[in-house]
């Protein structure tokens, strides 16, 4: 059965070529393994670089903008399934309803704003469905200390912690992700 995988990340590229290049093998490994994307419909950043990569192999690719980001000229328009949708809340929902799994890329508070949401559906036990930080290059070390931190506090539990899995590697994204299948 195919595989949807629905990729949080920048609508900017950042500083870092090496994030540019990431994405790119990221799609290489998904269109070889034979999964879509789903992703947040644009042209721009690191959003536009998955994008463009999975269509120049052939991929599927699902868009899903908000009207607002179409109207501000962001959308991908050369995608054959972009979904336009009234606003973040229901592009969310949309992209959590057409994924089988949720990798976190670098990316700004957009990214944070989406992860934070599919890890809470997580822990509300709406799903189960994997959920991978990619910490490309540390990127998110911050992040996880932040975890650890509010462990320690008692905000979060250690059990919490195994709601989702961290990856430094993008081979190593790919087989956790094989295995969850399994």
């Not at 052939?58 to 179409?70: A, D, F």
């Not at 959308?75 to 929902?93: A, C, N, P, S, W």
Request: charged fraction near 25%; charge should be negative.
């Amino acid at each position: 059965m195919k595989k949807n995988i629905a990729v949080f990340c920048g609508a900017r590229l950042g500083v870092r070529h090496s994030r540019r290049e990431s994405a790119e093998e990221l799609m290489q490994a998904f269109h070889k393994e034979g999964w879509g994307l789903v992703y947040g419909g644009g042209k721009v950043g690191i959003m536009g670089v998955l994008a463009d990569e999975m269509l120049r192999l052939g991929g599927e690719v699902v868009g899903v903008i908000p009207r607002r980001l179409m109207e501000w000229e962001v959308g991908h328009t050369g995608l054959k399934d972009l979904r336009i949708v009234e606003d973040m809340h229901t592009r969310k929902r949309m992209m959590y309803e057409s994924s089988d799994a949720f990798v976190i890329l670098p990316g700004g508070i957009g990214t944070m704003d989406e992860f934070f949401e599919i890890l809470t559906w997580k822990q509300l036990g709406e799903h189960k469905k994997p959920i991978i930080l990619f910490n490309h290059e540390a990127y998110y070390d911050g992040l996880l200390q932040w975890f650890s931190r509010a462990v320690e506090e008692g905000y979060y539990t250690q059990d919490q912690m195994e709601l989702f899995h961290v990856e430094t590697t993008q081979n190593g994204l790919t087989q956790f992700l094989k295995e969850s299948w399994k």
